[in-house]
């Protein structure tokens, strides 16, 4: 987590920013508070990514769809505003480290621990998968660990399985190279 950076937005939608948590190549994830006090992980789209003229109907689909996957497998998502000036989605902030920060952090887990974790990633994907969703990007740094188990998090490069036309032109590498 960082500090906001002067060129960040201090607000998306109903929500204040707070912080910096992440960037990648669809746009950045910051923390937000929404009115009540509610902490929320909000991803604002780049603007060059928006400009796509198909985009903004495919993420308004991906943003329906993952909100069917929820439960207890992922970060909800609580709301989006596809058609905004900078589109965005808002999900449930999880204060859980990231897969890959913690192995950086505390070394392998022990057998017991990965077991385990795969047990909930393969519930995950089953959720995912079943919502009519492929996640494209699955990776250490976009599973959260929980002390009740793993979270699955960043469906921003999802694919809508079923009439989805398709995300990416030719040449173009969508999601994390490796993963």
């Given at each position: ?141 976009n599973i959260l660990v929980t002390d ?32």
């Amino acid at each position: 987590m960082h500090d906001l950076q002067p060129e960040d937005p201090v607000s998306i939608g109903p929500y204040r920013l707070s912080a910096r948590l992440g960037e990648g190549g669809m746009g950045q994830v910051f923390l937000a508070v929404s009115r009540s006090g509610r902490r929320l992980a909000v991803k604002v789209v780049r603007p060059q990514i928006a400009a796509d003229p198909g985009f903004r109907e495919r993420f308004r689909r991906e943003v329906a769809a993952a909100r069917t996957v929820g439960g207890f497998w992922t970060a909800p998502i609580v709301d989006a505003d596809p058609d905004g000036p900078v589109p965005w989605v808002a999900s449930d902030y999880i204060d859980a480290p990231d897969l890959a920060r913690l192995v950086r952090e505390r070394g392998p887990l022990p057998e017991a621990a990965v077991r385990s974790l795969a047990a909930g990633l393969a519930e995950a994907l089953e959720a995912v998968h079943r919502a009519g969703l492929v996640h494209r990007d699955l990776k250490p740094s976009n599973i959260l660990v929980t002390d009740d188990g793993p979270r699955v998090i960043d469906f921003g490069i999802s694919k809508a399985v079923e009439g989805a036309t398709a995300l990416t032109d030719t040449g173009l590498v969508v999601g994390t190279p490796g993963f």
